[in-house]
């Protein structure tokens, strides 16, 4: 066999679907609230992301994208939003390297736009002006953090089981 058709019969074998899209855990609070509405200033918004696999069983995988935003006016917090947006992955037929590759940008990827649906809305149900989370590069992301780990001599991504 020609070493194009092994890569296509190997290509044809690998599959990804997705079973499920949740929120797992999500939560706002205005701790300064209702004094915060009365406050000026320019906002300080701090995003943080955060993201972990979870094998359920084999070739399928739950994915966590954590998005934690806190907006400060000043010293004061006027919210902190946090969204834990899951899903759960079908990914078979991939070595390990493109699996991780997969599981660590392709499905942050996925979930990301429901996530910053879900901190639009709560923010805004908040009481504060609307927020948009911009679009965010998980494929640089997930080279950088490959570069970092070779870097510093660390081994590949190790999934939760």
Do not use: W
Not at 44 to 64: F, K, R, S, T, W
Not at 133 to 139: E, K, T
Request: proline share 6%; net charge negative; hydrophobic share 45%.
């Amino acid at each position: 066999m020609s070493d194009t058709a092994a890569n296509g019969q190997a290509a044809a074998q690998a599959q990804l679907s997705v079973q499920k899209i949740y929120i797992k855990d999500s939560s706002f609070e205005a701790p300064a609230a209702p004094h915060i509405f009365q406050e000026q200033g320019q906002p300080q918004i701090q995003l943080q992301l955060g993201q972990q696999v979870n094998a359920l069983a084999q070739d399928v995988y739950e994915l966590v994208l954590s998005v934690t935003v806190t907006c400060k006016l000043g010293e004061k917090i006027a919210y902190l939003c946090e969204v834990q947006q899951a899903g759960i992955f079908g990914v078979a037929g991939f070595d390990d390297a493109n699996r991780d590759a997969v599981l660590g940008s392709y499905c942050p990827n996925v979930l990301f736009p429901y996530a910053r649906q879900a901190i639009s809305d709560m923010v805004q149900n908040g009481g504060f002006p609307p927020f948009f989370l911009q679009p965010i590069n998980f494929d640089a992301l997930y080279a950088e953090a490959m570069s970092r780990r070779a870097s510093e001599g660390g081994e590949a991504p190790v999934l939760n089981a």
